[in-house]
């Protein structure tokens, strides 16, 4: 017992029994119609996008991106998203902690709640937000007379954009808290811990990768959201377009190398987002092996 | 540190886990709560630690009632039977995590940390494995380091959970006569739940049988075992027979008969008698025993092992013979307890 014994956590292949496994033409005729199907409707599309960017060649594409409306674009669309992500981090946290590390009522109710954005279609959510504090909205009237601006301008747009990426977070680390439990935090305390030490050395190294991997969704989906932007935006050029409505005005005037070149870059955020997502999972794969093994 | 557990109860949404239990720790002690799943041995212990709260009921640590006391303010070592490593820490820095938190003037320089833990990596014999991470030591090594995080805070009361009931059987008992070492070295009054008797019996200078909530039996090893005082101690602890009989002018009576054991305390009626499968006395002729026949015959470790059935009832009831004991090849048996015990009928 006394001799160091180091275990490693070996990814646990799952064998395939012949019965089970297809012939070889019923494997080639699944695979074929997979692959087909992503080829039609994913890569080529995305191949697409970057032909038509530069179909006009590389000058053309840089001039579009260089524009000021296409800049303003880009620049409302990082804000929005340098704020709601950082929101629904702490949302995300919050709710998860809640809802994995104690027992309160109406904690299935958050559940369900949590989920609601992925139930409701975007649009339905812009709307909400017309109907509180447009002109004619609940809250529209107090809004005015005291000068403050939601809608058509850039809070309208971070809220929309909280409300359609805030499950994000919180749907990552739920599973992942509950499944830790609260060992690790029950030892902190007993320790001497406090609650914000147990919580900085140990609740939020625990869960990291996963909380990555929910930022990187979270953000994905800021930069990219249309419907429930579009609804509360106002379509003001050089003010409140983000890059997905930006995209749809300059289609809209046939622009379609100005168009295809800002679309080309949430094309790009897409496959970096991927790219990220890939390699988290990898690393965070690992990692939830080794809590197993724990 | 004396503990002291006074009229204790403990309620979850409703569900009572434990029943108005008191127990007394001496200071220096070394001692087991025994008890079935369910039996409310882990409540109990969460309870002196602080992780719980009893809903009556109180917890002195000496003289000090520590029952509204937060786990922080009770300064007790919890080791948990999961270990609960922090697995993204090294070992040095798991054992070194409760002084890392320590505020202001009682939190040592890092230095001293260091030195604090390498000290009791030493104690816990794993020196050399300092920057290892959890997932690459063994069951029996993280046990170890977890033992070793939970006496750097120089605890007033260590607390065990369950300790080695993740770990095979040959390390348990290795890390079993371990701990009693470090017991005896360190000297910290030792509180461990386990649901293994022969654990409970070698380890702890006493145990606490428990069962359903409610303290069973406290005391040594021998008068646990040797004198139970509730059939489920009996039945819990080591092996044992029971048989339904009747009490008549102070005798013991199995069905028609007496056999030959005296109760002259024993109110007369319905009783049922106890007796430990190794403790009986093989008699060859029968006026006053337990006769019956054999209807099975084991071969267990250093004993054989028969299964007798008694009378017209055929009531079943099993005693241990020695190896090469002529008894054993016999179809009839007869027989009287050593030591038994007798309790109202169930």
């Known amino acids: 017992m006394a001799d160091p014994e180091i275990k490693s956590y070996e990814p646990y292949h799952e064998s395939r029994s012949a019965a089970v496994t297809e012939s070889r033409p019923a494997q080639a005729v699944l695979m074929a119609i997979a692959f087909a199907f992503l080829g039609i409707f994913l890569l080529l599309p995305l191949i697409i996008v970057f032909h038509e960017a530069l179909a006009k060649g590389v000058g053309a594409y840089t001039q579009a991106l260089g524009e000021p409306d296409a800049r303003s674009a880009i620049r409302l669309t990082l804000l929005v998203a340098a704020i709601s992500v950082p929101l629904n981090v702490v949302f995300g946290i919050s709710a998860a902690w809640a809802i994995a590390k104690f027992e309160f009522k109406g904690k299935a109710f958050l559940t369900t709640l949590i989920d609601l954005p992925f139930s409701v279609s975007p649009v339905i959510s812009g709307l909400v937000y017309v109907l509180l504090f447009g002109a004619q909205g609940l809250l529209g009237e107090w809004l005015k007379g005291h000068g403050i601006q939601i809608l058509f301008a850039v809070p309208g747009i971070v809220l929309a954009t909280v409300f359609v990426t805030f499950p994000f977070v919180a749907r990552e680390l739920i599973p992942l808290m509950q499944e830790q439990g609260n060992g690790d935090e029950e030892a902190a305390l007993s320790l001497g811990a406090n609650g914000w030490q147990t919580f900085w050395y140990v609740t939020l190294p625990n869960v990291k990768w996963g909380l990555l991997y929910g930022v990187l969704l979270c953000n994905a989906r800021a930069m990219g959201e249309f419907g429930a932007v579009s609804v509360v935006s106002g379509h003001i050029r050089g003010l409140t377009n983000t890059m997905p409505l930006h995209v749809e005005i300059l289609y809209n005037e046939y622009n379609a190398v100005g168009a295809f070149a800002v679309a080309s870059l949430l094309a790009g955020l897409a496959l970096v987002t991927l790219v990220l997502k890939t390699l988290l999972e990898m690393r965070y794969g690992a990692e939830l092996a080794a809590t197993r093994g724990h | ?321 020695p190896v090469d004991h002529p008894a054993a090849q016999k179809s009839r048996v007869a027989f009287r307890p050593g030591r038994w015990k007798l309790f109202p009928a169930a």
């Open chain 2, 1 to 321: 540190m004396e503990v002291r557990v006074a009229n204790v109860r403990k309620e979850f949404e409703r569900f009572p886990a434990l029943h108005d239990v008191s127990l007394d720790i001496k200071s220096g002690e070394l001692i087991a709560l025994l008890g079935p799943s369910g039996s409310g041995k882990t409540t109990l212990l969460r309870l002196i630690a602080g992780l719980e709260r009893p809903t009556r009921g109180k917890i002195f640590f000496g003289d000090e009632d520590a029952s509204q006391k937060s786990i922080q303010e009770r300064n007790v070592g919890f080791v948990f039977q999961h270990y609960a490593l922090f697995r993204h820490m090294t070992v040095v820095d798991n054992i070194g995590f409760g002084l890392k938190v320590r505020h202001g003037p009682s939190r040592p320089p890092a230095q001293e940390i260091r030195r604090r833990a390498s000290e009791l990596l030493d104690l816990v014999q794993l020196s050399g494995l300092e920057k290892r991470y959890p997932a690459q030591l063994s069951g029996g090594q993280r046990q170890r380091v977890a033992l070793a995080r939970a006496m750097a805070i120089e605890p007033k009361v260590l607390l065990l959970d369950e300790p080695f009931g993740a770990l095979d059987a040959q390390v348990r008992r290795e890390l079993r006569r371990w701990l009693r070492e470090i017991h005896d070295a360190t000297g910290h009054t030792t509180v461990f739940v386990t649901h293994d008797q022969e654990e409970a019996l070698e380890l702890a200078d006493r145990v606490v049988v428990m069962s359903q909530g409610r303290i069973e039996q406290v005391g040594t090893a021998d008068d646990i075992y040797d004198t139970p005082n509730s059939p489920f101690v009996y039945g819990f602890i080591g092996e044992s027979s029971a048989l339904p009989v009747k009490i008549e002018n102070g005798e013991i009576w199995l069905a028609d008969r007496p056999i030959g054991l005296q109760a002259p305390h024993a109110p007369p009626g319905d009783a049922t008698l106890y007796f430990r499968p190794h403790d009986v006395e093989l008699l060859d002729g029968c006026s006053g025993c337990i006769a019956g026949t054999v209807a099975a015959s084991r071969r267990v470790a250093g004993t054989r092992r028969v299964e007798l059935e008694i009378g017209g009832e055929r009531k079943r009831v099993e005693i241990e013979l």
